[in-house]
């Protein structure tokens, strides 16, 4: 029995037997293709067509799915985005000139008669980022007033186009239209009352407003836009769901369309043990289709796919072709400009590179392009010739005929995939995509291979998917399992894998919706478990850049960087301030935990000069910290952090593990001592009575001690048992209905942090107990976006972060059933 066989019994062998495999059915968002930062779209809804598809950003990325069942046609997937007819164009449109005073100006000056000749003319938009601003701006307050002419004209829906950062005050002709409070990212459409279409006046208008940067970026941009009335296909039928569930690498849909029963399933292939595979910038979109009245239906399948997915705002042109490459058709669209690495930031898509739709051959599909109005209808009335090739709103469509279907399901699938050129800027240098090898050097060959790899590959796919659930479920619980599920591919798709300069394997995170960094060292600890769990090699992936940073002399500090840059350009630290003890200890327990998990202690070796001095730094700075930023200081900064101390002890700890593997019985002995003394002197200061403090000598706080955690599941013993005790004990009194708030100050909390403290947990029922609020949250939480990892445990909300890697962290109870428990 050759490999493959043994694979197909074993999987046989998990569906058949494992009563268990019903998987997610339900998520605050549903991953459809899930890649890297840059190339990654989502469902914001239960029902896959009740809603426009999104990058993770929020931002339409719309993928639309018909099917046609003899001459009834059904939308199964997306809805057609809004469209916008811009009325007066933002800056991203058309620079525009306009007054502006930073003083605080007289009365009247958001009326049209206002004399503004005192003013300073500038141009739009205003903000202090050099790159990208028309006038700089960087105080704290601006007054701009743009005049603007308009003739009267019929308008559905007037919206504000609005980018403020941060809080603002707009006007029309003296009148106050709308406020905003903090940053809004980028610009956005904000539905105005029908009363203020009647406060445009025929002819010149002052459209002013009042910004306040309360810190931070700093921006002021906006216009007017129309949105148009959308198309109505009175013979369009709604398909209906009737189920979806997730797997660590699938999400899956099931509809009623008429008389076929149709099954959407998405696969994004993120096989961590083969990265070939897991770099490849590939998404199968899987359709089997059979007849449920036990008659043959004549069934066509149409995909289109916005060129959205190429550009970073609706206002880029692309650029769009069709050919044959091998076996396969494909349609390809990118921006006209390419303008390859040259913007950073969080709120950003990707406009450079290339977008493609393929399909084999063998299947007789039609490709086409249209625009965006031109799509739908283009199914309906059976038109398959391109319409355009170049513009702004373009959308890459693909027909599959199915012939007659009966009974027995058929079977046809799209690729969708993404050639970014040049992902990374690494120290100033342009780098490759992993995937491009000797063996593949263009994405037509990625795009071939993936094609002939489909079949086995879905294999390999749905045996992980069981064998993760399975494991995870005999970790925690049913629960526990469907969050591992949930945070699989988001916690992947927030990374990107290169190769260093230097040869070295780069898995490279972005910080997503909190600052956009790469590479931030504590987004990099808390995302550890997955992927010690799965592939070390990428953990050390994670590391290596902060090592050269360091090792290079770029980097010239006592302590480890806290980044390398703002994604996607890892060119040495951006953040402001550095987090001396959180980012050394973490950089050192990594290192142990790497050596653990490979069980050697090579790679430690390698950077053994580095980790020396960053222990020093430890052993001198972190038992009793300084009013120092740590990654939980939502709340503010915090000195002698209690739950900092313990991570500086296991630091400590973990180097004297670390040099005892290498042999180096004398540091050992000298570090192992540091660190239980530091422990026992711990407890002493940070104990209340039934609990530990948030900071030394602070009775009556708490906070979630989850740095302990290695020290459970690396053996160091450095906390007797009675110590988790104490305070697992302790969190099952403070818990709220979506959870245990991070510590005392407030009631929200991260989710990651609470799956390392309930793996303190010395039974399954109280890591049950502090687990299932976080599904609670999960499955309940109203804010609809990829899973947030903070979020507020009195209502479920989210309170920021959103489509983070960090929820890789909870695969930590896993990871403590293979390492402790096995």
């Not at 283009?378 to 391109?386: L, M, Y």
């Amino acid at each position: 029995m050759n490999k493959f066989t043994n694979c197909i019994c074993l999987l046989s062998f998990l569906l058949a037997g494992y009563s268990g495999f019903a998987q997610a059915t339900k998520a605050p968002a549903y991953p459809l293709i899930t890649h890297n930062p840059y190339f990654s779209i989502w469902s914001f809804t239960d029902e896959l067509n009740q809603s426009t598809t999104h990058h993770w950003t929020g931002k339409d990325q719309s993928l639309i799915g018909l099917i046609k069942v003899d001459d009834e046609v059904y939308r199964f997937m997306g809805k057609e985005p809004v469209s916008y007819k811009t009325i007066v164009p933002a800056a991203d449109e058309k620079p525009y000139s306009c007054k502006f005073n930073e003083l605080i100006p007289g009365e009247g000056w958001t009326t049209t008669n206002y004399d503004d000749s005192a003013w300073k003319t500038g141009t739009a938009p205003f903000s202090d980022d050099k790159e990208r601003a028309g006038t700089m701006w960087t105080g704290k307050e601006i007054w701009v007033r743009r005049i603007f002419n308009y003739s009267k004209t019929n308008i559905n829906k007037l919206y504000l186009k609005l980018h403020h950062d941060d809080d603002v005050e707009v006007y029309l002709n003296g009148e106050k239209i709308y406020t905003g409070s903090g940053a809004n990212g980028d610009l956005q459409y904000f539905p105005l009352n029908d009363d203020v279409v009647n406060k445009l006046n025929e002819g010149e208008n002052v459209l002013a407003m009042h910004c306040t940067n309360t810190g931070g970026a700093a921006w002021l941009d906006a216009g007017f836009a129309d949105e148009l009335k959308p198309k109505d296909h009175a013979e369009l039928k709604i398909a209906k769901q009737t189920g979806v569930k997730l797997n660590a690498t699938q999400t899956i849909y099931n509809f009623k369309c008429g008389n076929t029963d149709l099954q959407l399933t998405f696969t994004s292939p993120l096989l961590m043990n083969d990265l070939s595979v897991l770099s490849r910038p590939v998404s199968y979109i899987s359709y089997k289709v059979k007849s449920n009245d036990g008659k043959e239906h004549n069934v066509k399948v149409y995909f289109s796919a916005s060129a959205d997915v190429a550009r970073n705002t609706t206002t880029q042109a692309v650029t769009t072709k069709k050919y044959i490459a091998g076996n396969l058709s494909v349609l390809k669209a990118g921006t006209v400009e390419q303008p390859i690495l040259q913007k950073k930031g969080d709120d950003l898509r990707i406009d450079w590179g290339y977008m493609y739709v393929a399909v084999p051959i063998s299947f007789n599909s039609q490709q086409y392009v249209s625009t965006d109005e031109e799509a739908v209808n283009s199914f309906f009335k059976g038109e398959s010739k391109s319409t355009e090739t170049k513009g702004t709103d373009l959308v890459l469509n693909t027909v599959i005929p199915f012939g007659m279907v009966g009974k027995t399901s058929v079977e046809k699938f799209v690729e969708l995939g993404y050639d970014d050129i040049n992902p990374i800027q690494y120290f100033h240098t342009n780098l490759k995509p992993w995937w491009q090898n000797a063996q593949t050097k263009t994405i037509e060959q990625a795009l071939a291979k993936a094609a002939v790899d489909y079949p086995a590959l879905l294999k390999k796919c749905e045996l992980f998917n069981a064998t993760m659930y399975k494991d995870a479920v005999k970790a925690g619980s049913e629960k526990y399992a469907k969050l591992c599920v949930m945070a699989y591919r988001q916690s992947i798709a927030a990374h990107t894998l290169v190769k260093s300069p230097q040869g070295k394997l780069l898995w490279l995170s972005k910080e997503n919706y909190s600052g956009g960094f790469i590479n931030t060292v504590d987004v990099t600890y808390p995302s550890a478990p997955l992927y010690l769990l799965y592939n070390p090699k990428l953990l050390e992936g994670m590391l290596n850049g902060i090592f050269y940073f360091s090792e290079s002399g770029k980097f010239q500090r006592g302590y480890a960087a806290h980044d390398l840059g703002t994604y996607p350009l890892a060119n040495g630290q951006q953040y402001g301030e550095g987090m001396p003890v959180e980012e050394s200890g973490n950089m050192i327990i990594l290192a142990a935990a790497i050596a653990k998990a490979e069980g050697s202690p090579a790679y430690a070796k390698q950077h053994w000069i580095t980790l020396g001095k960053w222990v020093t730094y430890l052993v001198n700075e972190g038992f009793d910290p300084k009013n120092q930023l740590c990654t939980d200081d939502f709340a503010g900064h915090l000195a002698r952090n209690a739950n900092l101390s313990v991570k500086a002890i296991v630091g400590i700890a973990c180097y004297a593990k670390l040099a005892g593997q290498m042999g180096e019985a004398g540091a050992a002995k000298k570090y192992g001592k540091i660190a239980k003394d530091m422990a026992v002197k711990w407890a002493q200061l940070a104990g209340d009575n039934d609990h530990y403090t948030l900071t030394f000598a602070n009775k009556g706080s708490w906070s979630q001690k989850y740095n302990m955690v290695w020290d459970k599941i690396l053996g160091l013993k450095l906390f007797p048992q009675s110590v988790y005790n104490k305070e697992v004990k302790f969190y099952l009194t403070k818990q709220n209905e979506f959870g245990l708030p991070l510590d005392s100050r407030k009631t929200y909390t991260k989710s990651d942090w609470i799956m390392w403290t309930a793996t303190l947990a010395k039974n399954r029922t109280d890591f049950e107990a502090l687990a299932a609020p976080v599904y609670k949250f999960a499955t309940e939480t109203p804010t609809r976006v990829p899973l947030s990892d903070w979020h507020e445990t009195t209502n479920g909300k989210q309170t920021g972060f959103q489509a983070r890697s960090v929820v890789g962290g909870y695969f930590i109870k896993m990871l403590e059933q293979k390492w402790v428990k096995k």
